[in-house]
C-alpha cells in the first residue's frame, strides 16, 4: 500500500471520525462497543492481511529451503564458531526473529550500534537493514557474516572454504543449485539463506478479523484499532505490514535525543535523509522489544507514548496508550502467540 502523506492522512482521520458520530448523540456513540463490521470497513482503508508467499518463494526448491535453515543455524559462519544468523534474529522457541537485545553483541562480544530488526516477514520490507542499504534478503545475509563487530568472518573466500571442509556441505549445495559446476559460492550461500528467510510468514488475529472474522478481535483490541487510527499512527504504519514500506524521519514534530546515527543519510548522502529510517512493520511488534533503531525504548507502551509525541506531536492519555497497546498485541503470529502476548 502506498504510504500516506500527514495531510491525506488528516483528511481520511476527518472522514473516519465523522462516520463514527454521524447520526448519534457524541457521548452516546462514545459509550458503546465498537461494531466489527464498522471498525473492519475503516480498516480495510489502511491496512491488508499478510500475503500467504513472500516473492520469489515460488521459485525455491524443498532442497534449497533445508540448506537455508541449515545455514541460518550454522554457527561456522561465524569466526570464532559462537554465532549464527539466529543468534541476533531467533526464530525457534516462538522467538520473534529477534534477539530482544537493544543491540546485538557479536562474535568477540563487541555490540553493533543499531537494534537487530525481526526476520519475520522481512522479505515483504521495501528494503533490509534499518537504513535500507541491503535491497533485499540475498543482499542483506551477505553483510553480517563478513562485518568484523558481528560474524566477523575475514572474507567471503574463507567463508567459502570453511564450508566446504564440512563434509555435508559440498552435497548438500549440489542438491540445492543442481547443474552448476561449483555450486558452493558465497553468492549461493546468501541464496539459501534467504529462501529459508522466505519462509518466515506470519498469520494473526487482525488478518482474521481483515477477511472477516467477527470475533477475531475483543472489544478492547477493536477500540484499540480505532484509536490506533485517530490518533494518526496510520500515517507511517499502513499497508500489509503496518510499516516496513517506507523511510521516515525519526522526530518528525519532536526531536529524538539520539541525534547522533544519520539513518539513511549514510547511505544516499542527500540532506533528506538526514535522521531518516526504515518504518518498522508493526506485525509480531509484542515480540521484538526493545523498540526503536537504537533499542533505547524499553516496552512497547514507552514506544507507542514517545512515536506519538515525536512524530505527530501528541501527548496521549495513559487510557489511549493501553488500547493502542491491546490491538498491538493482536499482531502477533498465532503461532508464536503466548497467554502473555495475545491474551484474549
Same mark, same amino acid.
Given at each position: 500500500?502506498? $504510504?500516506?502523506?500527514?495531510?491525506? #492522512?488528516? =483528511?481520511?482521520?476527518?472522514?473516519?471520525?465523522?462516520?463514527?458520530?454521524?447520526?448519534?448523540?457524541?457521548?452516546?456513540?462514545?459509550?458503546?462497543?465498537?461494531?466489527?463490521?464498522?471498525?473492519? =470497513?475503516?480498516?480495510?482503508?489502511?491496512?491488508?492481511?499478510?500475503?500467504? *508467499?513472500?516473492?520469489?518463494?515460488? *521459485?525455491?526448491?524443498?532442497? %534449497?529451503? #533445508?540448506?537455508?535453515?541449515?545455514?541460518?543455524?550454522?554457527?561456522?559462519?561465524?569466526?570464532?564458531?559462537?554465532?549464527?544468523?539466529?543468534?541476533?534474529?531467533?526464530?525457534?522457541?516462538?522467538?520473534?526473529?529477534?534477539?530482544?537485545?537493544?543491540? =546485538?553483541?557479536?562474535?568477540?562480544?563487541?555490540?553493533?550500534?543499531?537494534?537487530?530488526?525481526?526476520? %519475520?516477514?522481512?522479505?515483504?520490507?521495501?528494503?533490509?537493514?534499518? +537504513?535500507?542499504?541491503?535491497?533485499?534478503?540475498?543482499? &542483506?545475509? *551477505?553483510?553480517?557474516?563478513?562485518?568484523?563487530?558481528?560474524?566477523?568472518?575475514? =572474507?567471503?573466500?574463507?567463508?567459502? /572454504?570453511?564450508?566446504?571442509?564440512?563434509?555435508?556441505?559440498?552435497?548438500?549445495?549440489?542438491?540445492?543449485?543442481?547443474?552448476?559446476?561449483?555450486?558452493?559460492?558465497?553468492?549461493?550461500?546468501?541464496?539459501?539463506?534467504?529462501?529459508?528467510?522466505?519462509?518466515?510468514?506470519?498469520?494473526?488475529?487482525? +488478518?482474521?478479523?481483515?477477511?472477516?472474522? +467477527?470475533?477475531?478481535?475483543?472489544?478492547?483490541?477493536? /477500540?484499540?484499532?480505532?484509536?490506533?487510527?485517530? $490518533?494518526?499512527?496510520?500515517?507511517?504504519?499502513?499497508?500489509?505490514?503496518?510499516?516496513?514500506?517506507?523511510?521516515?524521519?525519526?522526530?518528525?514534530?519532536?526531536?529524538?535525543?539520539?541525534?547522533?546515527?544519520?539513518?539513511?543519510?549514510?547511505? $544516499? /548522502?542527500?540532506?533528506?535523509?538526514?535522521?531518516?529510517? *526504515?518504518?518498522?512493520?508493526?506485525?509480531?511488534?509484542?515480540?521484538?522489544?526493545?523498540?526503536?533503531?537504537?533499542?533505547?525504548?524499553?516496552?512497547?507502551?514507552?514506544?507507542?507514548? &514517545?512515536?506519538?509525541?515525536?512524530?505527530?506531536?501528541?501527548?496521549?492519555?495513559?487510557? +489511549?496508550?493501553?488500547?493502542?497497546?491491546?490491538?498491538?498485541?493482536?499482531? $502477533?503470529?498465532?503461532?508464536?502467540?503466548?497467554?502473555?502476548?495475545?491474551?484474549?
Amino acid at each position: 500500500m502506498k $504510504t500516506l502523506s500527514l495531510s491525506s #492522512t488528516v =483528511s481520511l482521520l476527518a472522514g473516519s471520525l465523522a462516520l463514527s458520530v454521524a447520526g448519534a448523540p457524541g457521548v452516546a456513540r462514545a459509550a458503546e462497543a465498537p461494531k466489527p463490521g464498522e471498525v473492519r =470497513s475503516r480498516a480495510q482503508a489502511f491496512f491488508q492481511p499478510v500475503p500467504d *508467499k513472500m516473492p520469489g518463494s515460488d *521459485k525455491d526448491s524443498a532442497e %534449497l529451503v #533445508t540448506l537455508g535453515r541449515q545455514l541460518y543455524f550454522e554457527k561456522g559462519l561465524s569466526a570464532n564458531n559462537s554465532q549464527s544468523c539466529n543468534s541476533c534474529h531467533a526464530v525457534d522457541r516462538n522467538m520473534g526473529g529477534v534477539d530482544n537485545e537493544p543491540t =546485538s553483541p557479536g562474535a568477540f562480544g563487541k555490540r553493533g550500534g543499531r537494534n537487530s530488526p525481526t526476520v %519475520l516477514n522481512a522479505g515483504f520490507h521495501l528494503a533490509q537493514f534499518w +537504513d535500507g542499504r541491503a535491497a533485499d534478503l540475498v543482499a &542483506q545475509a *551477505k553483510g553480517p557474516i563478513l562485518n568484523p563487530i558481528e560474524m566477523a568472518m575475514p =572474507s567471503e573466500a574463507e567463508v567459502v /572454504k570453511k564450508l566446504s571442509a564440512v563434509a555435508e556441505y559440498p552435497k548438500a549445495f549440489a542438491a540445492a543449485f543442481p547443474g552448476q559446476k561449483d555450486p558452493l559460492t558465497y553468492e549461493n550461500i546468501a541464496q539459501a539463506i534467504a529462501a529459508f528467510e522466505r519462509t518466515l510468514v506470519t498469520h494473526d488475529r487482525l +488478518d482474521d478479523f481483515l477477511k472477516g472474522d +467477527d470475533q477475531a478481535l475483543t472489544g478492547v483490541e477493536l /477500540k484499540g484499532l480505532e484509536t490506533f487510527v485517530s $490518533t494518526g499512527c496510520i500515517a507511517c504504519h499502513n499497508g500489509p505490514l503496518l510499516g516496513a514500506n517506507s523511510y521516515q524521519k525519526m522526530g518528525v514534530v519532536n526531536g529524538y535525543a539520539n541525534g547522533e546515527d544519520l539513518g539513511r543519510h549514510a547511505v $544516499t /548522502k542527500s540532506e533528506e535523509d538526514k535522521l531518516k529510517f *526504515k518504518v518498522p512493520s508493526l506485525r509480531n511488534i509484542a515480540l521484538t522489544g526493545p523498540y526503536f533503531h537504537d533499542g533505547k525504548a524499553a516496552s512497547l507502551e514507552e514506544a507507542v507514548r &514517545q512515536m506519538a509525541w515525536l512524530q505527530l506531536g501528541r501527548k496521549l492519555e495513559d487510557g +489511549d496508550v493501553k488500547s493502542i497497546v491491546a490491538f498491538l498485541n493482536t499482531l $502477533t503470529d498465532k503461532a508464536r502467540a503466548s497467554k502473555g502476548s495475545a491474551s484474549r
